[in-house]
C-alpha cells in the first residue's frame, strides 16, 4: 500500500508549478500532489484530485500512448507538451517533466512537475496565426512583393515574385537585383533602394518599364517603403511591384484606336489641301528630332509627333480659297486663317490621351514674347511641345512651296529662327533645329529623301 500524503508546505504551492508522485504499481494513483497541479486542473484542492488517473486526465488518447511510451523507453519524460482535461472538461496546455522511479521488486512511480503554458501557447498560436495571415497575404497577392537587407540583398518575396523569377523562394534568398536584371536597369533598382534607405522616405507608385529573365518587356508600377527596427532604425527596404502590362496595352489600343481617326482626318485633309497634309506631316518629323535632340523620353515623343501631325487639322474647316490665296489676306480672312487653332482645339478636346494635346495644338501660334496668338501667353505659359511646334512650324512653312509663293529656303529661315531667338523663339530649341541642320550636311533634315 502506498501511503498518502500530501506536499502541504507553502513553499511548493507557490511554485506555480504542480507536483506530483503517481504510482504505477502495486497500486495506480496520486501518492502526492500540490494545490498548485488542482490549481491548473481546475480544482478547488489538492484533495479534490488525489483520487483522479492519470490516464484519464489526457485530453487525447494518443497523447496518452506516446506519454507512456517516451517514458517506459527512456524512463523519463522532459517537457512533454500536451493537452489535460480540466475539471470542466476543457483541454488544457500543459507541460510535464517526469521520471520513472522503480523501487524494489514491484513498486514503481512517476515522479515529475507539470507546467501551465496555456498563455504562452496562446501567443504561440496567435503569432502562427498572424504569420499564416502574413504568408498567405503574401503569397495569394498577384504582386511582386520583396524585402531586403542594407545592402540591398533579398531577404524574402512572395510566391508570385518567385514564379516572375522561375525560381524557388529559397534560391531568391540572398541575391540582388544584380542577379535577375541587366546591369542598367538593376543600377536604376539600386540606387531607389539605397535612397529610401539613406532618407528613410518611401517611393510611391513609380512607373516604369522591366526587362523579365525570358527577355520579355513588362510595364510595372513599384512602391518601396523602408522597414525599422523597435528603435525606429532603418534596417531594410520593402516593394510591391505590380503588373501594369495588361492595362499598358489596353491604353496603347486604345491610343492607337484614337491615332487611327485622327489619321482618318489627317487623309480627309490631304485630299482637300495636299499642301496643309505634307506640311503637317513634316512638321511633325522636325518636332520629334528637336525633342529626341533635347533628350525627351519615348512617351513624350510620341505626342510630340501627334501634335505635329494634328497641329493645322484646323484647317480642315478654313475656306480653301481663303487658304491658298495668293498674296495679302485682308484683316477677316486672317481673322479666318487664325481660327484654325480654335477648331482644332475643339476637335480634340474631348479625346483622352496621356498629354495635352489639345492644349499644344491650340497654342503653337503663341511666341515666347507674347507676340502670338490666341492669347499672347508668354515665356513657360507656353507647353514645351508647343514652343517646339512653334520653331518646327516657322521652319517647314519658309521652306516649303506654297499655292500663294515659292519656297523661301532654308536660309532664310535659319535667318528667321536665329533673329527671333530670344524673343519669339526659345533659343534651345532654335539650336536644336541650327544643329540638326548642319548635321545633315547643311539640308533640310525631315524631307522623305534625308529621312530614308
Ligand atoms: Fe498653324
Ligand atoms: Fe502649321
Redesign the pocket.
Known amino acids: 500500500m502506498w501511503d498518502t500524503f500530501y506536499l502541504n508546505t507553502s513553499t511548493t504551492d507557490n511554485l506555480g508549478i504542480g507536483l506530483f508522485k503517481y504510482g504505477l504499481s502495486p497500486e495506480v494513483r496520486f501518492i502526492t500532489t500540490n494545490s498548485t497541479l488542482a490549481q491548473i486542473l481546475g480544482y478547488s484542492s489538492k484533495e479534490e484530485i488525489i483520487w483522479l488517473k492519470l490516464d484519464n486526465l489526457f485530453f487525447k488518447n494518443e497523447d496518452k500512448d506516446r506519454f507512456y511510451e517516451i517514458v517506459r523507453s527512456q524512463g523519463k519524460v522532459n517537457f512533454f507538451e500536451v493537452m489535460l482535461r480540466s475539471k470542466s472538461e476543457d483541454p488544457i496546455w500543459v507541460a510535464i517533466t517526469a521520471s520513472l522511479v522503480k523501487e524494489g521488486w514491484n513498486k514503481e512511480y512517476l515522479e515529475g512537475i507539470v507546467e501551465d503554458i496555456s498563455n504562452h501557447k496562446k501567443m504561440e498560436e496567435e503569432l502562427s496565426l498572424e504569420r499564416d495571415y502574413m504568408q498567405g497575404l503574401l503569397d495569394h497577392i498577384p504582386d511582386a512583393i520583396y524585402f531586403k537587407d542594407l545592402k540591398n540583398r533579398i531577404i524574402k518575396v512572395n510566391k508570385f515574385y518567385a514564379e516572375g523569377m522561375k525560381l524557388p523562394q529559397g534560391q531568391i534568398v540572398g541575391k540582388s537585383d544584380f542577379d535577375f536584371f541587366p546591369k542598367e536597369q538593376a543600377e536604376k533598382m539600386f540606387a531607389d533602394d539605397n535612397y529610401v534607405l539613406t532618407t528613410g522616405k518611401p517611393i510611391i507608385g513609380k512607373i516604369e518599364r522591366t526587362i523579365l529573365p525570358n527577355g520579355s518587356w513588362n510595364q510595372v508600377i513599384t512602391t518601396k517603403i523602408p522597414m525599422y527596427d523597435k528603435e525606429g532604425k532603418v534596417i531594410g527596404t520593402m516593394g510591391v511591384t505590380r503588373d501594369m502590362t495588361v492595362y499598358a496595352n489596353l491604353e496603347r489600343e486604345r491610343m492607337s484606336m484614337l491615332i487611327n481617326t485622327l489619321d482618318v482626318l489627317g487623309r480627309a485633309l490631304e485630299q482637300r489641301d495636299p499642301y496643309t497634309f505634307s506640311h503637317t506631316r513634316n512638321v511633325a518629323t522636325i518636332a520629334e528630332k528637336i525633342a529626341r535632340t533635347l533628350g525627351w523620353d519615348e512617351n513624350r515623343l510620341l505626342g510630340m509627333r501627334l501634335a505635329g501631325e494634328l497641329?493645322?487639322l484646323g484647317?480642315i474647316s478654313i475656306p480653301l480659297d481663303i487658304l491658298n490665296k495668293p498674296g495679302r489676306l485682308s484683316d477677316l480672312e486672317y481673322g479666318l486663317v487664325q481660327e484654325?487653332?480654335q477648331n482644332c482645339y475643339n476637335l480634340i478636346k474631348d479625346m483622352a490621351f496621356p498629354f495635352p494635346l489639345a492644349d499644344i495644338v491650340y497654342q503653337?501660334?503663341e511666341r515666347i514674347d507674347g507676340s502670338g496668338y490666341p492669347n499672347r501667353l508668354k515665356d513657360d505659359k507656353i507647353l514645351p511641345e508647343a514652343r517646339i511646334l512653334a520653331v518646327s512650324?516657322v521652319l517647314e512653312s519658309m521652306t516649303s512651296f506654297r499655292p500663294y509663293r515659292e519656297a523661301l529656303g532654308l536660309d532664310m529661315a535659319q535667318a528667321e529662327l536665329k533673329d527671333g531667338s530670344g524673343s519669339r523663339y526659345e533659343p534651345r530649341i532654335v539650336e536644336a533645329a541650327i544643329k540638326l541642320i548642319q548635321e545633315n550636311g547643311g539640308k533640310e533634315f525631315w524631307t522623305d529623301a534625308s529621312t530614308q
Do not use: A, P, R
Open positions: 497641329h493645322d484647317k484654325h487653332v503653337h501660334h512650324d
